[in-house]
């Protein structure tokens, strides 16, 4: 899909700043042109954000242009006539003051499509995400992908097999793993710790995850609102190396799922306006069940789905301060009610399919995008696993989602019930199929090999060519557990499926891999805040 131009062909592809392939024609170019846009290339390959990371997506569209306006117009009329529902006293009186159409009583707003045109203006389109260690850095942006763990079950099913209440200890191996596997490229959920109580467990986590992984690491979980937001961010401007630093370069992300339909809970409310006070990035995802919080049909889905992400960004735009607005990740977590069965279902094509189409409406927006994809109400690592994670993973790398929660994590059952180690693994080496696919088919002088066949000659073969030895491990992805060999040499090896071969290799990995050791300092002054933290919460107790 990009490749080295020369004059010499009849056309050929280039690569604009923003990393999209164009055709060009090359009857009338010169060198002197070819060689400028070959610099141009050169330039755009070399960058790879702030991560060396040159997944990008986007070439895959459900909806067309009359389809996505279609979508908004029935957007901005909900918003204006049905409105959506703030449980935040002091939400409302902001929104009042901007200017929506506010019942105190019954806590509803109406926007009307100035207001909201209004806050996407002031959003910014992207941010960099900081880690630890600077080169794990991700720019967040255009149709750059990145992979995130996912979920926040209670539940894990162990290297045992078992399926059991997660603890701290699960937290710690799973992010251990995650840093180790190299397609995932953030942390921000994992597991739910059962053996810690509730009020303290966030700082917990958050420490853990940090001592595990330099990668990006976050915690997702602001369920009780403004007290966890503001420890989550001491904490995040301890790592940062102060306040300042922090809002200059985050290192933590805010999330909200709305309750749907139509309604934005105070507590999750609350985290949206400190986060925004502070312009740091917030995510804004619904989580809705077609056929139960939200219409059966796909398009009704995406209508709500959008009111509630857009009804978001005016409530946090109504916080922020002039010059320093948050970013806004546009969250798509839509789902299937199984009529059947009253599952949450996630592993569908259907949902994949509104993945896809929502990453098309927050491009309308000039907004990043958050999918859910890798993702199977499989309750063991099986072919159903495979398929399900496979198809939802690919839909969404494909469609240009920018962060992919659950695209390696382990995550089975319906809506996302228990973590899996094995599943872990495996996932990692479909983000890396899906990494592959993204990078298309590089056309070049070197790869179409005209040289090399005229070398090799009717009747040679290419093993031991210089050209197969450079090429490679750039050409081919080498998957870490899949199995290549003849039935043969399988069972002389043991015969192992693939579950096994994961668990040995999940096995490995957390007897082996230890991430880079947080600062002293910073753990001591992180330290300082979980205690704190233990003794405003458990003396309440």
């Not at 958050?206 to 007290?227: I, Q």
């Not at 080496?429 to 696919?437: E, L, W, Y």
Request: charged residues 25%; proline residues 5%; aromatic residues 6%.
């Amino acid at each position: 899909m990009r490749g080295t131009i020369s004059p010499h062909g009849r056309s050929g592809l280039a690569v604009t700043p923003q990393g999209r392939p164009v055709t060009i024609r090359l009857q009338e170019m010169g060198e002197t042109t070819c060689k400028k846009i070959n610099t141009l290339y050169r330039r755009v390959k070399a960058d790879r954000g702030i991560h060396m990371i040159a997944r990008r997506g986007g070439y895959l569209k459900i909806l067309s242009n009359e389809e996505i306006y279609d979508i908004h117009v029935s957007t901005l009329d909900v918003l204006e006539h049905t409105g959506v529902r703030v449980e935040l006293e002091g939400a409302l009186k902001l929104l009042d003051k901007m200017g929506a159409v506010v019942d105190f009583k019954t806590k509803g707003i109406r926007i009307g499509a100035d207001l909201v045109n209004e806050a996407l203006r002031k959003t910014p389109p992207s941010f960099i995400l900081h880690a630890r260690n600077p080169k794990f850095n991700l720019r967040i942006e255009n149709d750059r992908v990145y992979f995130l763990d996912g979920g926040l079950p209670t539940r894990v099913i162990d290297l045992d097999g078992k399926r059991r209440p997660a603890t701290m200890r699960d937290v710690a191996d799973l992010t251990r793993l995650y840093d180790a596997l190299e397609y995932i490229d953030m942390t921000g959920s994992g597991v739910f710790p059962t053996d810690i109580p509730e009020p303290i467990h966030h700082v917990h986590a958050y420490l853990t995850k940090l001592e595990n992984t330099d990668k990006v690491a976050f915690y997702s979980y602001y369920a009780r609102g403004r007290v966890v937001a503001q420890d989550l961010i001491r904490m995040g401007s301890v790592v940062a190396g102060g306040l300042e630093q922090l809002r200059k370069k985050p290192v933590i992300m805010g999330w909200e799922n709305p309750i749907s339909p139509l309604s934005h809970g105070k507590a999750q409310t609350e985290m949206v306006l400190e986060f925004a006070r502070l312009g740091l990035p917030i995510h804004i995802g619904p989580a809705i069940q077609a056929g139960a919080t939200g219409p059966i049909s796909l398009a009704g889905v995406l209508v709500q789905q959008n009111a509630e992400v857009l009804s978001g960004i005016v409530i946090a735009q109504s916080a922020a301060e002039p010059g320093k607005r948050p970013p806004i990740v546009y969250g798509a977590v839509p789902a299937l009610t199984d009529m059947h069965y009253g599952t949450m279902v996630y592993g569908a094509a259907e949902v994949a399919l509104m993945n896809v189409a929502s990453v098309q409406l927050a491009r309308h927006y000039g907004l990043v995008c958050r999918g859910n994809g890798g993702t199977t109400e499989s309750k063991i690592v099986d072919a159903q696993a495979g398929y399900e994670s496979a198809i939802t993973l690919l839909m969404n790398a494909l469609g240009g989602a920018n962060i992919i929660v659950n695209a390696a994590g382990g995550s089975l059952e319906p809506g996302v019930g228990a973590m899996s180690f094995e599943k872990a693994v495996i996932d990692n080496d479909v983000a890396g199929m899906a990494s592959r696919i993204l990078e298309g088919i590089d056309v070049s002088d070197e790869t179409l090999a005209v040289k090399v066949m005229g070398s090799v000659g009717p009747g040679g073969h290419y093993l031991a060519h210089k050209h197969t030895r450079e090429l490679f491990a750039k050409e081919h992805f080498v998957p870490k557990v899949s199995d290549r060999r003849d039935h043969g040499s399988w069972v002389k090896a043991g015969a192992k499926d693939i579950r096994e071969v994961a668990r040995d290799k999940a096995k490995q990995i957390l007897k082996e891999h230890y991430a880079e050791p947080l600062d002293r300092t910073v753990r001591e002054e992180l330290l300082k805040i979980v205690k704190d933290v233990e003794k405003r919460e458990l003396k309440k107790g």
